[in-house]
Every structure is written in structure tokens, then in C-alpha cells.
T-cell receptor, first 117, second 113 residues
Framework: GAVVSQHPSWVICKSGTSVKIECRSL??????MFWYRQFPKQSLMLMAT?????????EQGVEKDKFLINHASLTLSTLTVTSAHPEDSSFYIC?????????????FGAGTRLSVL | GDSVTQMEGPVTLSEEAFLTINCTYT??????LFWYVQYPGEGLQLLLK?????DKGSNKGFEATYRKETTSFHLEKGSVQVSDSAVYFC????????????FGKGTHLIIQP
């Protein structure tokens, strides 16, 4: 099946620094990728839709200047958490739509746990 | 807005027991419905899906039927195995398949030998 790689799997950073998380589709092209956030014992919440070659679409309440998304190629989307603060500590998960393949299916990365000190 | 409600765990069963994990949803229009499974240390994997009313999704012995009249998509398996221990997420997708997913909180399933 389709594989989505997410890196790093775990990152600890100091408050005020920026952290970049990568999401790669390894064996398929994805014009659309999604970024989710999951708090402990909560649902995955959609943060934004990342479209190759265009600006990301953010869900209501998500700060686009804080969570920068870049989707420069059909196999890579990045999420940068800028000026991270302890309240940004969470589990971030990406997914990718398989363009031209089985539609309506998202393939997920294993997630990135961010801890901001 | 769209929402998904599923029973919260952990759910603990003995091997070979019958499993039901309830899932109900609220959505406008006709969403597609999914069950995803997350094994320890791994990403979410699609378990099964249904795209219209009365469709039954099935995979690996798991089944779920899209019930529009009760807005439900309950997950069932006749005889669970220890290897089924994982977190199960019910989800829906509106917007003709172009949108992100709306998830339930997840149900942690523990199967004891």
C-alpha cells in the first residue's frame, strides 16, 4: 500500500524556536496533503489542507502565521511551527491523498510528537 | 459543523469475543464514512470505508454498515484476536471527497489471551 513518511517522530525544542516537520509520500504523488493535530485523549483535528503549488487552506482558529505550510512538490509537504510555545506541544499527523489512485482515501504518517519546553 | 461520536475506551475483551464499537455522526449532505486503525508506534491505516447509505465496508473480518436513518457506522467483528489490539478511529469526509477528515476521539481496544 501507499506509504507516507513523517519526520521527525519526536522533537523537543525551547520556547521561541521554530520546528519544521516533513511529510513525504514515498511511492505515490499527492497533490493534496492534510495536517492534523491531536491532544491527549482527544480527536485528531484538521489544521490545514496543503495543496501542491498553491497556498494552504487553514481551518478556523488555526493561525496561518504560526503554522507555516509549504507544499513545493507532489511528494513533500512541510509544517513549520514558528516561535513555538508550550501550548503548541502536541502530536502532529499528516496525511496524503493518492492522486490518480484510489480516491477518497488518505494515507497517514506515523505522527510527530512536539514538546516545547 | 460535522462531528463524529464514538464510544470511549478502553474496551477490554477476551480473545474470540464479539466486538462492537459504536459510532454515530452528524454531517450535512452525504458523507463518506471510514474506520481507521492505529497500531502502537504506527500511523493510522484505513480499515474499511463506505461511501453511501446501506453500503457495507469489510476488511480483515471487520464490518461496518452505513446507516443513514440512524446516522451510524458501528464497527463489528465476530471473533477478535490479540493482534486486533489497537486504537480505532471512526471518521467522515464531506465535500465530495476533497476535504480533510473529521474524526471521533478513538477507542482503545485491548484483547486479552
Amino acid at each position: 500500500g501507499a506509504v507516507v513518511s513523517q519526520h521527525p517522530s519526536w522533537v523537543i525544542c525551547k520556547s521561541g524556536t521554530s520546528v519544521k516537520i516533513e511529510c513525504r509520500s514515498l511511492d505515490f504523488q499527492a497533490t493534496t496533503m492534510f495536517w492534523y493535530r491531536q491532544f491527549p485523549k482527544q480527536s485528531l483535528m484538521l489544521m490545514a489542507t496543503s495543496n501542491e503549488g498553491s497556498k494552504a487552506t487553514y481551518e478556523q482558529g488555526v493561525e496561518k502565521d504560526k503554522f507555516l505550510i509549504n507544499h513545493a512538490s507532489l511528494t513533500l509537504s512541510t509544517l513549520t511551527v514558528t516561535s513555538a510555545h508550550p501550548e503548541d506541544s502536541s502530536f502532529y499527523i499528516c496525511s496524503a491523498d493518492a492522486s490518480g489512485q484510489a480516491k477518497n482515501i488518505q494515507y497517514f504518517g506515523a505522527g510527530t510528537r512536539l514538546s516545547v519546553l | 459543523g460535522d462531528s463524529v461520536t464514538q464510544m470511549e475506551g478502553p474496551v477490554t475483551l477476551s480473545e474470540e469475543a464479539f466486538l462492537t464499537i459504536n459510532c454515530t455522526y452528524t454531517a450535512t449532505g452525504y458523507p463518506s464514512l471510514f474506520w481507521y486503525v492505529q497500531y502502537p508506534g504506527e500511523g493510522l491505516q484505513l480499515l474499511l470505508k463506505a461511501t453511501k447509505a446501506d453500503d457495507k465496508g469489510s476488511n480483515k473480518g471487520f464490518e461496518a454498515t452505513y446507516r443513514k436513518e440512524t446516522t451510524s457506522f458501528h464497527l463489528e467483528k465476530g471473533s477478535v484476536q490479540v493482534s486486533d489490539s489497537a486504537v480505532y478511529f471512526c471518521a467522515l469526509r464531506s465535500g465530495g471527497g476533497a476535504d480533510g477528515l473529521t474524526f471521533g476521539k478513538g477507542t482503545h481496544l485491548i484483547i486479552q489471551p
